[in-house]
């Protein structure tokens, strides 16, 4: 089984996409446009529509996020409900991909030592979205209570 990220926009989903790639330096992203798509002649799509992208992808250090901007249009409420973390194996590559989400975006959090990982950041990007930046801590010695604690000791409250 595997879990997969499935971000919405507004009509800029294309810019978003560009923008994601030139961070994570991925493939050049390929798009479908909902004129693209199968089209139900009892319900055709209005021409501001057709260059919508339907559907696109990206590989993101191993793992697949998948971008669309929504139609028909749905109010998208941007907020802090969710975000994305991105695990890196060493602090230049998260410092790297940190410092080109920063082109456009506004640092939460400056990349630093924590008490889970050896270098942690976050940025909201100028989509909306939430972007984190970790180091994992299985790399260091920098490994908290919870993390080594054994298994059924920890009871959260919920």
């Known amino acids: 089984m595997s879990l997969q990220v499935f971000l919405n926009f507004s009509g800029n989903c294309k810019e978003a996409t560009e923008f994601y790639s030139h961070v994570f330096q991925t493939e050049p992203p390929v ?42 249009p749905i109010d998208l409420q941007v907020g802090n409900n ?3 973390t991105v695990i890196c194996k060493d602090k230049d590559t998260a410092t790297n991909y940190f410092n080109r989400m920063l082109e456009r975006g506004t640092v939460e959090m400056e990349l630093q ?10 940025i909201i990007d100028d989509f909306g979205i939430i972007w ?3 180091v ?19 009871s959260p409250e919920y």
Do not use: C, K, R
């Open 31 to 72: 798009y479908m446009t909902y004129g693209e798509g199968e089209q139900d002649p009892e319900h055709p799509l209005p021409q501001d529509a057709m260059n919508l992208i339907m559907y696109t992808d990206l590989l993101i250090e191993g793992d697949t996020i998948m971008l669309m901007d929504s139609y028909p």
């Open 82 to 84: 969710i975000s994305l």
């Open 113 to 122: 030592e924590t008490f889970w990982s050896p270098w942690y950041g976050s």
């Open 132 to 134: 984190q930046f970790n």
């Open 136 to 154: 994992d801590a299985d790399e260091t010695e920098n490994i908290s209570e919870y993390e080594s604690s054994p298994v059924g000791e920890f």
